[in-house]
């Protein structure tokens, strides 16, 4: 008798405990937080963000290629085989308004058929690179002076065929900020 009255004291100490949200009922105890990620990061951050400015001068000229390259800072981590990089360039697309256009992209000197392409790769070791070409075989800028402001978001790959699969505007930086909150990614700022 003794056990079955200890055993309904504690059932009703539980119940009492638990707190009811009147649209999905009982609620049990908060959990333990979650584990720190390796080197001190957060360890629930699914996605990482950075952004950047880098001046047109450190740009490297690929001699006949017509193409200039700038590493990506160190303050961005090489990508893993598993991450893709989604990377916006901080532009003036309709000579209207600056805003963040996702490359690569080609942009135009207003009426002319000549423009620059803005575009990325990832070396085999993971460095992210980012590529400025000139349509007319000419450097990008006619002084490679001034800078470009850049916004990288590094992802797990099965992350990009979800975006895919939900018909995500990739090129709209909004609605993949988006997503990213509808699907309880946290995107974490570095």
């Not at 009811?20 to 360890?43: C, F, H, I, L, N």
């Not at 699969?165 to 930086?173: D, K, M, P, R, S």
């Amino acid at each position: 008798m003794k056990i079955k009255v200890v055993l309904a004291t504690l059932a009703v100490c539980v119940l009492a405990s638990c707190e009811k949200d009147p649209q999905t009922g009982p609620q049990g105890p908060q959990g333990p937080a979650g584990s720190d990620g390796q080197d001190g990061e957060d360890g629930n951050a699914n996605v990482d963000a950075y952004q950047f400015t880098l001046n047109l001068s450190a740009f490297y000229h690929y001699g006949s290629s017509h193409v200039w390259a700038e590493p990506a800072p160190s303050s961005v981590p090489n990508l893993q085989a598993d991450q893709l990089a989604l990377v916006y360039v901080w532009m003036d697309p309709t000579n209207n308004a600056f805003e963040w256009v996702q490359q690569p992209f080609s942009h135009y000197y207003g009426t002319s058929n000549y423009f620059n392409e803005f575009f990325h790769g990832i070396e085999s070791d993971g460095d992210l690179w980012l590529y400025i070409r000139n349509s007319g075989g000419v450097q990008p800028y006619t002084t490679m002076s001034g800078s470009l402001s850049y916004k990288v978001f590094i992802i797990e790959s099965r992350m990009q065929h979800e975006m895919e699969a939900e018909g995500i505007n990739q090129h709209n930086l909004q609605e993949v900020q988006a997503f990213f909150d509808q699907q309880g990614y946290i995107v974490q700022t570095r």
